[in-house]
């Protein structure tokens, strides 16, 4: 298959992925399922069409707004759909490698489900940055041995450089933390935080 072809794919699979993100966005912190039930609109509670429900061109079509009830739905769904196609795309350009890309792009997309919940919530939830912790030390051994010269960047990956990444980023910030905390009397930083620092330097190392 030609590179230009799975350039396209990229993009195309990112949009498709970012819907799914907007799900992981909304249901999470409710600590509801993201897998069932199926999508609704928020204002009257009716399923969302498979037709209704196509990454861009269904908000397109709909001018925004909701087939049954009419309400609006809000610009970020199309908007996160964009951005995650974008970054699928920016991932793979870089890294064209399957393997590399399959699963930088995976952190990348954990990264925005994160980030979206915390603009919402002030809340990094665990159930993503604790197995994220360990999927970029488990795909770290995994890269670094089958790809030859691995990089992130510039910067060649080994195995070790994920776990003193791990230990390096969340370690700094617990200290940082419990340092602050000691001194003031107060807490000055979440255990989210020091968690994703963690999960960044798993995958992108020390």
Partial sequence: MSYSIMTAFSFLFGLIVGSFLNVCIYRI?????????????PSCGERIRFYDNIPIISYIILRGKCRRCGKPISIRYPFIELMTGLLSL???VNYSH???YFSLFIFVSALVVIT???LDHQIIPDIISLPGIFAGVLATVILSSIIAGYRISNYEIKWYDSIIGVLAGGGILYLVAVGFEKLTGKEGMGGGD???LAMIGAWMGW
């Fill in 29 to 41: 912190p409710l600590k509801k399922s993201i897998i069932s039930p199926p999508s609704s609109c």
């Fill in 90 to 92: 920016a991932v793979f």
């Fill in 98 to 100: 399957y393997g590399q």
């Fill in 116 to 118: 979206f919940i915390d």
């Fill in 194 to 196: 020091i968690k994703l």
